[in-house]
């Protein structure tokens, strides 16, 4: 894995889901970071459920996180649903910290 790849992982690993006490990369809920010759950064993305309180404002933040690497040029964060996000996407600390 890439030093920029390793350094925006960090940063997404800072935000965390409101009702869930893990952070949102190891929720499971970043599908994709890709980096092309240029420094800008593909995030394919999704949410626990389409009626997530925070389905507005966590893209955001993971954009505004990820600029903030101070390689990063550019930002293209989509957010899919396809496949569906199930608790089978989080990492084992995840799991742990969630006792599952």
């Not at 599908?31 to 949410?47: A, D, F, P, Q, W």
């Given at each position: 894995?890439?030093?920029?790849?390793?350094k925006?992982?960090?940063?997404?690993?800072?935000?965390?889901?409101?009702?869930?006490?893990?952070?949102?990369?190891?929720?499971?809920l970043?599908?994709?970071?890709?980096?092309n010759?240029?420094?800008k950064?593909?995030?394919?993305?999704?949410?626990t459920?389409?009626?997530?309180?925070?389905?507005?404002s966590?893209?955001?933040?993971?954009?505004?996180?990820?600029?903030?690497?101070?390689?990063?040029?550019?930002?293209d964060l989509?957010?899919?649903?396809d496949?569906?996000?199930?608790?089978?996407?989080?990492?084992?600390v995840?799991?742990?910290e969630?006792?599952l």
């Amino acid at each position: 894995m890439s030093d920029l790849k390793e350094k925006i992982i960090a940063e997404i690993k800072k935000i965390y889901d409101p009702e869930i006490p893990v952070n949102i990369y190891d929720l499971g809920l970043i599908y994709k970071i890709e980096i092309n010759g240029e420094k800008k950064v593909l995030v394919e993305m999704t949410l626990t459920s389409p009626n997530c309180p925070v389905a507005e404002s966590l893209p955001n933040s993971v954009k505004e996180i990820i600029l903030k690497v101070e390689e990063v040029k550019e930002v293209d964060l989509k957010i899919v649903w396809d496949p569906p996000w199930t608790k089978d996407k989080m990492s084992e600390v995840a799991k742990l910290e969630l006792n599952l």
